[in-house]
């Protein structure tokens, strides 16, 4: 990744303070998760936690309209500043306990002030999905201004030991104008990551990948509560 983008990225994603809100542990229903004020964008059902009955991951925003502001730069009129959180609700046979959340940034919002030119990273060729017993979020770091680079990057978590672990990343970045292309994969449960370079998406006598392996040690493993936006670098640089 060039040292240019680095420093963008880095302003773009690490604006948020976190906020307090109060989730309660247990319910009968999903909707009293949600904190007053705030609304669904995006939810997923599979079985998390292999008892045979389907959990549900929701990604919610608040509403709060102080949070829309005026944008004299390029791109759109408002931004949409409002924050967002990620639950994860075990099923019951009596409703649903909280399994999982993320309350500190993880999940960007709309639109930073920082780069009004971002598009959202969650809701434009991004978001989540349940696979194989897994949660994947994905992201996509898109500017129609300031940089050529598109970043894209996945996060797989596994809920193990009572908690969602974060057994996997994966990192791809290519330049829209000379499709270089570069990727990294990271296992956490094996320790192994590979890093490919040499990539083109665009000239196939350019597209001459290598990938390279080697071991990471990661301890204590990443959690689903402690990942936020600054999560990304510390991962890139393993």
Partial sequence: MSKKLVVLLMAI??????FTQHIPDR???????I??????????????????????????????????????????D????????????????????????????????????????????????GGIEISNGSLKIFFNY??????????????TFRYQKSRFELIGFDHNEYHRASGDEHGISINFSTGRKSETSGGNLFDEAENNPETVWSEI??????ILENCSAETYFELLEL
């Fill in 78 to 125: 408002t931004l949409n500043l409002n924050p967002r959180m990620l639950l994860v609700l075990l099923k019951t046979d009596t409703g649903y306990t909280l399994g999982g959340k993320n309350t500190i940034g993880f999940i960007p919002s709309q639109n930073t002030e920082d780069s009004p030119c971002l598009a959202d990273p969650l809701m434009e060729s």
């Fill in 13 to 18: 994603l690490t604006h948020y303070d976190g």
């Fill in 217 to 222: 040690r990661v301890d204590p493993f990443y």
């Fill in 142 to 155: 898109w500017l129609s201004c300031g940089s050529y680079y598109v970043n894209q990057a996945g996060y």
């Fill in 27 to 33: 319910s009968g229903h999903p909707d009293d998760f």
């Fill in 35 to 76: 904190p007053e004020g705030w609304k669904i964008l995006l939810d997923e059902r599979g079985d998390l936690n292999h008892d045979g009955m389907d959990d549900l991951v929701l990604v919610i925003e608040d509403t709060n309209p102080e949070n829309f502001k005026p944008n004299d730069g390029l791109d759109v």
